[in-house]
């Protein structure tokens, strides 16, 4: 069955049937004209949108459509982690091909459903249009920050050590192992995959972080580090500068590259979609940082440079020399 | 200059930089990992996504830039309206062509604002993303409603009159008009199709029903007349029945459905895209209709039939026959 031959209210009554049962913060949820939900008293509303593009963001033949409903609304609420926000809820506008099979929009859902009772959040609205054109995800998120916990790019001083959760350079391995068509000869690659397939956000390191007011600035790595220290830089006023050396590299990203060093710094650097977290820390900060590894102790937190008074971002080579930091990357430009 | 030309940072501060300072309770617009707002206190948080998909929604050769851009922001406020809730802020999501023209974003987003002014609405984040499809222009809007005055599509009782806002049939009319090339020739056939490419959402008319607590159920006919009193009596447990004598129909849409008065009828019931707003107003609540009429004289408010305890949804037809109501519109299916 086609969604064309479904029609929309149906397609909605079939998506609202797959999905949890709401939180009790939800006053009105799908099916009325609007969404109707209750704030966290003492809290700022985070609000973010991201769309994934069939063709530009996944391909049908790489990524299935759990994975697709999964990434949607990971993107965003990697946005949500990176401002140490507790995500709450979830608009779904789908813009779906008439021809698109009905069964693939319930996988979609189902993984995007999935993730999002991962982490407590309810998908209370959404929209389905139709379209001549790609299949195109877009996921609002909406969470809640106590104002004295909020992390901003700009928050950045001077001095302040630069740690990364996770690792790097992986979704960007794995999406040439699927062009390359060798994805799974072992684990190591079939983990590169599942970072550009299924991209986890740091949700739980966020809030740690957050809470423990251990940072004070972040930044999402959805375009890359190199990207997210040259911004969290600009905005917080300062330089930066980053050690090659330092950086936690995927395994499988390592071995992938595995011609020259350089080519695996530069695709950790500017690799996009590890979707991991940036923060900038005070070194007087040690104990709070304590604490938010005790509340959040997986994925571990690297410390991969700092903030500098000099305006410049460099990255200090294995060699010992200092070169500004290659650019990130641009979807348009890609 | 395209889009893909700009890269995606330049257009994401060229649309900032074209866009309102924010509202006072924006405290984090633009720019970060995530907007940050202040919710109002003892109010709900209402939320809604609305897409509009060239090809489909909008044709660029019948509607410029700046309309699409108002029409994008407008259908949004419109479900804002029919929950009788007070908008607040928007997020942008533009899924753009590479080879889309800078300045038609331009002018996008400069209708978007102009009407995001008029209700007080500030843009405070969104997104862009390259496709290889249509352009789509995809806004989520944010609002506040008290509890109490929440209007629900399910509040409806047997006996509660129903009212729609404005004139009904203008938009379907404009759009018939805009295809067969006929659009001017008058001041009448010009106002149908602005009501296509420009609607005016009714949140005036929403927020003063809401605060004179003058309806127990409300919806916007998005889907047109005939859809909205369906939805309403079946979310109600009620049926309904409308007088066809008494629909408010545009002036225009009369003169271009000339042949006969059941054609001008249906097409004002099944015509989508009014974007006026639908109110179940109970017999005995007339004294608050008054004063939500006082607050917002503009559009007039009609009497167009009642909810009824008999299960079926009728149409009381102008030789007095009642026959079932037609069809609504559905965007998959057309």
């Not at 990434?71 to 990176?82: F, H, I, Q, R």
């Not at 600009?234 to 950086?247: F, K, N, P, Y």
Request: hydrophobic fraction near 45%; charge should be neutral.
């Amino acid at each position: 069955v086609t969604v064309s031959e479904l029609g929309e209210h149906a397609l909605v009554s079939r998506i609202r049937a797959r999905l949890s049962p709401p939180r009790r913060d939800v006053v009105i949820g799908i099916g009325d004209d609007a969404a109707v939900v209750t704030g966290a008293r003492n809290a700022h509303a985070v609000l973010t949108v991201d769309a994934l593009v069939e063709g530009v963001h996944f391909k049908r033949r790489w990524s299935s459509p759990g994975d697709v409903g999964h990434k949607a609304l990971a993107v965003n609420l990697s946005d949500l982690a990176a401002m140490g926000a507790e995500p709450q809820w979830a608009l779904l506008s789908l813009i779906v091909p008439g021809a698109h099979v009905v069964d693939e929009i319930d996988g979609l859902v189902d993984g995007l459903s999935a993730l999002a009772a991962v982490h407590g959040v309810s998908v209370v609205g959404g929209n389905v249009a139709r379209t001549d054109g790609p299949l195109i995800v877009d996921v609002t998120a909406i969470g809640a920050v106590r104002p004295r916990r909020m992390l901003r790019r700009s928050g950045g001083r001077p001095g302040d050590e630069l740690y990364v959760t996770g690792t790097l350079g992986g979704a960007a391995a794995g999406l040439e192992m699927l062009a390359s068509g060798d994805t799974a000869s072992d684990a190591e690659r079939a983990a590169c995959v599942a970072r550009h397939r299924r991209p986890e956000p740091r949700v739980r390191t966020g809030l740690a972080m957050s809470r423990a007011r251990a940072a004070r600035a972040a930044m999402d790595l959805s375009d890359g580090l190199a990207d997210a220290v040259r911004q969290i830089a600009a905005e917080s006023g300062c330089g930066a500068i980053v050690e090659a050396d330092a950086l936690p590299i995927e395994p499988g990203a390592r071995r992938w590259w595995t011609d020259s060093a350089r080519e695996v710094t530069i695709a950790a650097l500017v690799g996009g979609e590890d979707y991991e977290l940036l923060f900038a820390v005070p070194p007087a900060w040690k104990g709070r940082l304590r604490a938010a590894r005790q509340r959040a102790a997986s994925p571990p937190l690297t410390r991969i440079g700092r903030l500098t008074s000099d305006p410049g971002v460099m990255i200090l080579a294995r060699e010992g020399r200092r070169e500004p930091l290659p650019a990130g990357f641009e979807h348009f430009r890609c």
